[in-house]
């Protein structure tokens, strides 16, 4: 037994008036798997959260129905002392600087740059020149004290290329790793499903329903398409503030499914009714439908932020466009829909990077990472 494995939530979860815990099905997943491959028991630990029914349009678990055990707690340190686990997994978050003071092992996850949050900020059409020049102050301040939390933690794990190439430097046992709900078998059954001869270009978005993912672009790209002739349909996967906006669209080439079951519904969807994944992101977040759809055999045309560029670099698997450059991602996709060729060459690439990059396979590398640092 290597003892227990402490998992403290990235963000602050509530508890409804029944006992079921606000944890999402992506997280639960992850926490699902770290508990069927951790040799000790696993303590997923979060901060306490204000109780809003409308944050997730799902079942919220019951802890007994959990395999790993739950505690919301309004102080985190205290009830990570309390159970004394022989490593913590915790966010690369200012608020996790007092775990790295405690016994045991500390290894620290982060998702993306800090630049990314700046991204966000210089995006947000709300916030005025003196807003930006504050936030850029402290986030330079914030982007010191986390490169020492790094250097004191036992270990660092970054979610995609551009994370790693920011910050392994400073960590004494840095892991890369992409972030996917794709099994391995999912990746085999897309290997085996034949490519479509349907002459419309079947493209999807998948996501959050807001600008900084690029949604607005997708559609204004699609209704550009269609007008220009070239044979189209978008359909829009996921929800989210924009989502009255975009369901009250009445275009032929636009169609909204909203949220889909991830294993059920979405992975099904994406490998059989999509030839290409439009995902413009104009800020670099690591996130991971790039690598999902891949998975399932549907190729990404994205812009060329900073992570899905390093991502596309090693996979192959589609293509990028200047940032926020609608007339440039209109053009590529328009070329994408008389080249069916480039299109399976792309999806050939993306499936044979996805099954080296699996939701199990990942997961068994960051195992063996957490391994390393208690032994």
Sequence with gaps: MSGTLCVVSPGRLAIAGDGRVQVDPKTAAGMEQYAASWPGDVHFVARRGPLDARSQPFEWPRPEDLSFAVSVVDDVEQEVRALAPAVVLAPLELDNAPLLTLPGRCVLV??????????????????????????????????????????????????????????????????????????????????????????VLRLAFSGRWIEQKGVLDAVAVTERLHADGVRVHLTLLGGGPLEDRLRALDHPAVSVAGRLDFAEEWVPFVRERVDVMVLPHPQGDSASTFLESMSCGTPVAGYDNRYWRSLHATSGGGWTTPVSDTDALVAHLAALAGDRDEVARARRAGLDFAAEHSFDLEFGRRIDHLLSVTA
């Design 110 to 199: 982060c998702d993306y740059p800090l630049r990314v949050r700046w991204d966000n900020v210089r995006l947000d059409p709300r916030l005025g020149a003196v807003d930006r020049l504050r936030t850029a102050v402290g986030l330079t301040r914030r982007s010191a004290v986390l490169r020492r939390m790094i250097r004191r933690a036992d270990g660092l794990q970054c979610n995609g290329p551009d994370t790693y190439d920011t910050y392994a430097r400073h960590s004494p046992s840095p892991l890369l790793y992409l972030d996917t709900r794709v099994t391995s078998d999912d990746v085999a059954t897309a290997v085996r499903t034949p490519a479509t001869d349907d002459p």
